[in-house]
C-alpha cells in the first residue's frame, strides 16, 4: 500500500534553528537580550485599550469588509500621512495582521501551478511560503529586467517590500514607478507591503527634515490609478498592537472586490473590538511619534556599539532592524553574539543574498538595550 503525506509539504519553519543559540545567550549572567524576532515590548496606548475595551460587547458577526468607520479612517490615514488622497472606503479593507495576506495573496488571486511570484532578492520567507501555497513558483529578483523573458511572460504577481525587512533599505517613488509601469506591462499585480513606513531615518524621517517614505499609492508613482496595485500595511510595530492581529490593505476596486467575496466564504474577519481599536489608533497620531522617538533613541544607542563590535550596518535607512555584517558566515556571527547573551536575525533566514548578514532588532527594553550595548562594547 502507498503511503500518503498527510498535509501541506512546507519547510521547517526556520527561527527552529535558533533553539542552541538561545541555550547559549540564555547562559549569560545578566539574562539573554533577545534582538532577534523584533516583537514589540513597549505597553500598548491606552487610548487603544480603551476603544478596544469600549468595544468588547460585541454579539454579533463583524463585516468583513469593515466597519464604514474603519474604511473612512483608512482613507483619511492614507491622505494625511502617505501622500495618497481620493482612495474610495471601497477600495481598502482590514486583515487578520499583514502576514495572512501575504501568505493567502497569491491563492486568493487565483495564482497556480505555471504562474510566477517574484519577490525580492533579501526578503521575508512568508512571500515563497505564499507562492508555494498556491502551487506557484516564487523567484528572487530586485528588478523585472534580471528575469529572462519566458520567466517575465508567467510573472502574475510582484511584491515590493519598502521600507524592507530585513535590510531597511527604501525605495524611492521613481523607482517604485519604474517597477509598477514595467509590472503592469505584464499583466501582474503589484503589491505593496508596507508595515515600516512610519518608522523612516535620515533622509526618510519628516520629524527630521526628511521626507516620508512614498507609498505604491501615492499619485508620483502609480500615476492616479491604483489599476494593478495593492498597498499592505500593519500597526503592530508602530502602536504595538501586533497581539490585536490589525492590519489593511488598500488599492485597485476590482482586485478588492473580489479579495472581499473570497474571504467572506472563508470567514477571514477582523473581530470587531479590533476594528474600533484600528479606527481610534489611526485617527491619533501622537503614540506613533512617541514610540518611534522610542526606537530612534534605542537605534542610536546600538549603532556605535555594534561598530565597536566589529558590525558593519549597510541600509537600514527605515525600519526596526539594523542590517549588519562583519564579513564572516552568518552562524559565526550568531554564535558570537550568543557568547555574549545576544541574539539576533541570521540574514540566511531571508534568501540566499543574505548570506554572511545578521538582522539586529530595536525591539528591546531600554535596560536590555543599553545591556546589550555594554556587551558589545567590552
Request: hydrophobic residues 45%; charged residues 20%.
Amino acid at each position: 500500500m502507498t503511503e500518503r503525506t498527510i498535509g501541506l509539504a512546507l519547510p521547517e519553519y526556520p527561527w527552529d534553528a535558533m533553539a542552541p543559540y538561545l541555550r547559549t545567550a540564555s547562559g549569560h549572567p545578566d539574562g539573554v537580550v533577545n534582538l532577534s524576532i523584533g516583537t514589540p515590548v513597549d505597553p500598548t496606548p491606552a487610548v487603544i485599550m480603551r476603544a478596544l475595551a469600549d468595544a468588547a460587547d460585541a454579539p454579533g458577526y463583524p463585516t468583513t469588509h469593515g466597519t464604514p468607520a474603519l474604511r473612512q479612517a483608512i482613507v483619511d490615514w492614507f491622505d494625511r500621512r502617505r501622500g495618497v488622497p481620493g482612495l474610495s472606503p471601497e477600495d481598502v479593507m482590514p486583515t487578520v495582521g499583514s502576514k495572512e495576506l501575504v501568505a493567502w495573496l497569491p491563492l486568493l488571486l487565483g495564482l497556480g501551478a505555471g504562474d510566477v511570484v517574484v519577490r525580492p532578492a533579501v526578503a521575508y520567507p512568508t512571500y515563497d511560503i505564499g507562492a508555494k501555497l498556491a502551487g506557484a513558483e516564487s523567484v528572487a529578483a530586485d528588478s523585472l529586467d534580471d528575469l529572462d523573458a519566458a520567466t517575465r511572460a508567467r510573472v502574475r504577481l510582484v511584491w515590493i517590500n519598502s521600507p524592507a525587512n530585513p535590510t531597511g533599505m527604501v525605495r524611492t517613488a521613481a523607482e517604485l514607478e519604474a517597477l509598477v509601469d514595467q509590472a503592469r506591462g505584464l499583466g501582474a499585480v503589484v503589491a505593496a507591503d508596507e508595515c515600516y513606513a512610519e518608522l523612516g531615518w535620515g533622509q526618510w524621517d519628516p520629524g527630521r527634515g526628511g521626507e516620508p517614505v512614498p507609498s505604491v499609492l501615492d499619485p508620483r508613482v502609480c500615476k492616479s490609478s491604483t489599476s494593478n496595485l495593492l498597498a499592505v500595511y500593519s500597526l503592530s510595530k508602530q502602536s504595538n498592537v501586533a497581539g490585536y492581529r490589525a492590519a489593511f490593505v488598500a488599492g485597485d476596486c476590482a482586485i478588492m472586490a473580489n479579495l472581499i467575496n473570497s474571504r467572506k466564504h472563508a470567514g477571514m474577519i477582523v473581530p470587531y473590538p479590533v476594528q474600533e481599536a484600528m479606527r481610534v489608533a489611526l485617527g491619533e497620531g501622537s503614540h506613533v511619534q512617541t514610540q518611534k522617538d522610542l526606537y530612534r533613541s534605542r537605534r542610536e544607542i546600538l549603532i556605535p556599539a555594534l561598530e565597536a563590535f566589529g558590525l558593519r550596518i549597510h541600509h537600514s535607512e527605515a525600519g526596526l532592524y539594523l542590517w549588519c555584517t562583519a564579513g564572516e558566515d552568518t552562524w559565526l556571527t550568531i554564535s558570537r553574539l550568543a557568547e555574549r547573551g545576544i541574539l539576533a536575525g541570521p540574514g540566511v533566514f531571508y534568501g540566499a543574498a543574505g548570506s554572511g548578514f545578521v538582522r539586529i532588532a530595536l525591539t528591546g527594553s531600554d535596560e536590555r538595550i543599553a545591556a546589550a550595548a555594554a556587551r558589545l562594547r567590552s
